[in-house]
């Protein structure tokens, strides 16, 4: 099953709306009562996980299968380099004319 451009924006929105469904009920939910604290680190960490999910599938999936390609080592470069604490956009420069590069080849 191959997902079309359009089915696939339908699902990152729906999963958008859904994680901030999920964040507006709670309050709703507990009437002014807190969250237990492991709850709440569970939470905070809901969107960056979806956000990491879809980088992911985005950088190693290709159809119905996984490959590693030009933009797999654009992306690894990148996270090596805001891992070392440089710029954001000295690292996604980086990454581009790799990935780039690579592709030329």
């Keep these: 099953m191959t997902l079309s451009h359009n089915e696939i924006w339908v699902l990152i929105l729906g999963c958008a709306a859904l994680t901030m469904a999920i964040k507006a009920a ?3 939910l507990l009437g002014g009562r807190e969250l237990p604290s492991w709850f709440t680190r569970v939470v905070v960490l809901m969107a960056p996980t979806l956000l990491c999910a879809l980088v992911v599938t985005s950088v190693f999936a290709s159809g119905r299968s996984w490959s590693v390609g030009a933009q797999t080592v ?11 604490r440089m710029s954001l956009v000295l690292a ?8 780039a590069g690579l592709r030329a080849l």
């Design 26 to 28: 709670g309050p709703v």
């Design 92 to 99: 996604v420069l980086v990454a581009v004319v790799i990935t």
């Design 74 to 84: 654009g992306v690894a470069v990148a996270a090596v380099m805001l891992w070392r």
